[in-house]
C-alpha cells in the first residue's frame, strides 16, 4: 500500500473547511492568526498522478488518453488507486516496472 498523501487529518480539515465556506458557517475570525503572504499569485506545481488510457469512465469515452487529478492513495497489488475526485482500478502493471 502507499499512502501518497499521509496528512489525513489535514484532508479532514480541509473539507470541513470547505464545508463551512459553502454553508455559510465558516468563521473568519480564525484568520487572526493564519500567516499572511504578501505579493501573492497563482502558480502551479507538479503533483503526482496516473496517466494512461482511460475506460469505464462516466465522462470520458473508452480508450482516451487522460491523465487523473491528484493521487491520494494507490496500491498496485491491490490494483486500486484514489484521486482526489474518484477510485481507479488499476490495468497492466507491466508500464510500473
Same mark, same amino acid.
Request: glycine share 6%; net charge positive; charged share 20%.
Given at each position: 500500500? &502507499?499512502?501518497?498523501?499521509?496528512?489525513?487529518?489535514?484532508?479532514?480539515?480541509?473539507?470541513?473547511?470547505?464545508?463551512?465556506?459553502?454553508?455559510?458557517?465558516?468563521?473568519?475570525?480564525?484568520?487572526?492568526?493564519?500567516?499572511?503572504?504578501?505579493?501573492?499569485?497563482?502558480?502551479?506545481? &507538479?503533483?503526482?498522478? /496516473?496517466?494512461?488510457?482511460?475506460?469505464?469512465?462516466?465522462? /470520458?469515452?473508452? #480508450?482516451?488518453?487522460?491523465? &487523473?487529478?491528484?493521487?491520494?492513495?494507490?496500491?498496485?497489488? +491491490?490494483?486500486?488507486?484514489? &484521486?482526489?475526485?474518484?477510485?481507479?482500478? /488499476? #490495468?497492466? /502493471?507491466?508500464?510500473? +516496472?
Amino acid at each position: 500500500m &502507499t499512502n501518497i498523501y499521509a496528512n489525513l487529518a489535514a484532508v479532514v480539515d480541509l473539507a470541513r473547511d470547505l464545508n463551512d465556506l459553502e454553508n455559510g458557517t465558516f468563521d473568519f475570525s480564525v484568520l487572526g492568526s493564519a500567516p499572511i503572504i504578501d505579493e501573492f499569485r497563482i502558480a502551479h506545481r &507538479t503533483i503526482p498522478c /496516473l496517466a494512461g488510457q482511460i475506460s469505464n469512465h462516466p465522462l /470520458l469515452r473508452d #480508450g482516451k488518453s487522460s491523465v &487523473t487529478s491528484q493521487i491520494f492513495y494507490m496500491d498496485p497489488h +491491490k490494483r486500486a488507486a484514489r &484521486t482526489f475526485s474518484r477510485w481507479y482500478r /488499476l #490495468g497492466s /502493471l507491466e508500464y510500473l +516496472k
